[in-house]
């Protein structure tokens, strides 16, 4: 059984820093592109960084770029999203997602960490 499980969301002040931890476990993830996404209330899920297949290549939304950072342990066992200067539109449950290999859609998802970005 694949999961992904969040964890390292909590409560910061603004400008404080976060940094989030993805475990895969149930298949590898070796050949798959990751990424983390999330969502605010009453607002539909967005994208926030990915990382390709490769661990090569990084893409951020605009908003986050060069505030957030997002690595993978060798074999993708472990996706991070350090998450730097925190503003309280960052508030939001952040997902971690996992394609299958070679990319695509996202088929695989975690259930989800609260980050709350007090001002």
């Known amino acids: 059984q694949v999961q992904l499980i969040e964890s390292g969301g909590g409560l910061v002040q603004a400008g404080g820093s976060l940094r989030l931890s993805c475990a895969a476990s149930g298949r590898t993830f070796t050949n798959s592109a990751m990424a983390w996404f999330r969502q605010a209330p009453g607002k539909e899920r967005e994208f926030v960084a990915d990382?390709?297949?490769?661990?090569?290549?990084?893409v951020y939304t605009a908003s986050v770029k060069d505030r957030f950072t997002i690595s993978a342990e060798k074999g993708k066992s472990t996706l991070y999203l350090q998450m730097n200067n925190l503003k309280p539109e960052d508030t939001a449950v952040y997902y971690c997602?996992?394609?299958?290999?070679?990319?695509?859609?996202?088929?695989?998802w975690g259930q989800g960490t609260q980050v709350t970005v007090s001002s």
């Open positions: 990382i390709s297949w490769s661990g090569q290549v990084a």
């Open positions: 997602a996992a394609t299958r290999d070679g990319g695509g859609t996202y088929e695989f």
